[in-house]
């Protein structure tokens, strides 16, 4: 086991990180991009240390039910022991499990997925070094079709599934959204400063929506060298920012 940590999101909320099993600026951007509900019933996919979950507890959005679901064993007993310290059983609900094969989720019954899927294509780029790098940087074990395919089959009509990707893969993601049933409804890149090109978007679609794609403002993290109001507000109240940097 590699060497662990505890971070605290909030005084009464701590995550077990990992070097292989961490988080970064995109988990913080895709929590907030998704706009959970307590009403929601939702799931993580590729859910790693279970960051996002612990976001939405963080902010008091966290859904009815969360299944934050992983393929790797030691991302899922990292999440499983700090829903146990958090005292989040029977609210947040760690399953290790291929997204490809989630029989045991009713189909039709969650209102919102979230994903931070692998950026790279299989074949695409050098590949990472260990197995947790290559599963969560690469699509080796899960393409964006495999997302968009399971997604519609779990979320109810009206459902949405929300992920964030390179900018390189905008198109990718919006046809593998069509191709299932799930219409691109919001779209935002996020951008370093004014002066860069965005480094990553972050898309809501909508299973049975009807088209029509709404641009938002762009996220800003930056201004004259400067954290935003809007970068600083990811992290509230959590001040480690050390700990979140862009993957």
């Not at 929590?31 to 960051?51: E, Q, V, Y």
Request: glycine share 6%; with cysteine.
């Amino acid at each position: 086991m590699s060497l662990e940590r505890w971070e605290k999101l909030r005084e009464d909320l701590s995550l077990l990180v990992s070097k292989e099993h961490t988080f970064g600026t995109d988990a913080f951007l895709l929590a907030r991009f998704a706009h959970a509900h307590p009403k929601d019933r939702a799931a993580d996919f590729g859910t790693g240390c279970g960051i996002i979950p612990f976001l939405w507890h963080r902010d008091n959005v966290l859904p009815s039910y969360c299944y934050a679901v992983d393929i790797q064993k030691q991302a899922i007993e990292q999440c499983r022991r700090s829903v146990e310290e958090s005292h989040l059983l029977g609210r947040i609900e760690p399953i290790l499990s291929d997204i490809r094969c989630l029989a045991f989720i009713e189909p039709g019954s969650l209102t919102l997925i979230t994903c931070n899927p692998p950026y790279k294509q299989n074949g695409g780029g050098i590949l990472s070094q260990t197995t947790s790098d290559k599963i969560a940087r690469h699509e080796t074990m899960c393409t964006l079709e495999d997302l968009c395919l399971s997604a519609s089959r779990l979320l109810q009509f009206g459902g949405r599934l929300c992920i964030c990707q390179r900018p390189e893969r905008l198109c990718d993601s919006i046809c593998a959204m069509r191709l299932y049933g799930i219409e691109p409804k919001r779209l935002q890149f996020v951008h370093r400063d004014s002066h860069s090109a965005p480094w990553l978007f972050l898309l809501e679609g909508r299973k049975g929506g009807k088209p029509f794609l709404k641009t938002e403002s762009p996220f800003l993290m930056y201004e004259n060298g400067t954290p935003t109001s809007q970068a600083q507000s990811l992290y509230r109240p959590w001040t480690q920012t050390e700990g979140a940097t862009c993957r």
